[in-house]
Structure formats: structure tokens, C-alpha cells
Nanobody, 122 residues
């Protein structure tokens, strides 16, 4: 029903910046939460940043003060502005969305994007 398409990943030097985008398409009545997760080789997936329907944000400890999540609800799109990038930020970044797609008990559904690679060189 819903597809998440990520873009903006790439290679950047330490200290540089990237902005990731995630556009959701399909039948979406409203957005409950959108978020970014990441997974580095050999590591567990971790929360990077999340933004709720009310605009509240949450960040993983390792990115606080450096990353900013934002959204354009009209476009069902979430962004992740990544500044002061470090080599340890290298990972596949996944977009996540929790959407209201209907009414009743099954009205809320969770979706994942395909992931986009971010590589930070030293």
C-alpha cells in the first residue's frame, strides 16, 4: 500500500554534510511517525532520528547536535540533515514510517525504505 523511496546518500569526507530524503507514496491518511534508522556492517540497527505527527523529535545519542530530522507533511516526505559527519556515521540508512492508512484496528501500518548508503571518509 505504501512505498518509501530514499535518496541523498553518497560519499562525503569527515566534517562534511549530506541530506537524505524519504518520500512516501500510496494511500496515506496521515503520518503518525517517520524516522531514520541506520545499520553499519556487523552492527545492530539503531535509531538515528524520529519525528512524530505533532512535530516532536527524538535523536540517537550518537547524532545529537549534529543531525536534524524534518518533514514536509504535505509531500509525505522526511529529511535528515547530517552535519559534522564522522567515519562512524558510515552505514546504510533506512527510512521508516508509521502511517494511518485506514480506520479501525488495522488503520496503522509500518513501512521501511530500501536503504541508502552513506559513507564518510577520513
Amino acid at each position: 500500500q505504501v512505498q518509501l523511496v530514499e535518496s541523498g546518500g553518497g560519499l562525503v569526507q569527515a566534517g562534511g554534510s549530506l541530506r537524505l530524503s524519504c518520500a512516501a507514496s500510496g494511500t496515506i491518511f496521515s503520518i503518525n511517525t517517520m524516522a531514520w534508522y541506520r545499520q553499519a556492517p556487523g552492527k545492530e540497527r539503531e535509531l538515528v532520528a524520529a519525528i512524530t505527527s505533532g512535530g516532536s523529535t527524538n535523536y540517537g545519542d550518537s547524532v545529537k547536535g549534529r543531525f536534524t530530522i524534518s518533514r514536509d507533511s504535505a509531500k509525505n516526505t522526511v529529511y535528515l540533515q547530517m552535519n559534522s559527519l564522522k567515519p562512524e556515521d558510515t552505514a546504510v540508512y533506512y527510512c521508516y514510517g508509521d502511517f494511518k492508512v485506514g480506520y479501525g484496528r488495522q488503520g496503522n501500518m509500518r513501512y521501511w525504505g530500501q536503504g541508502t548508503q552513506v559513507t564518510v571518509s577520513s
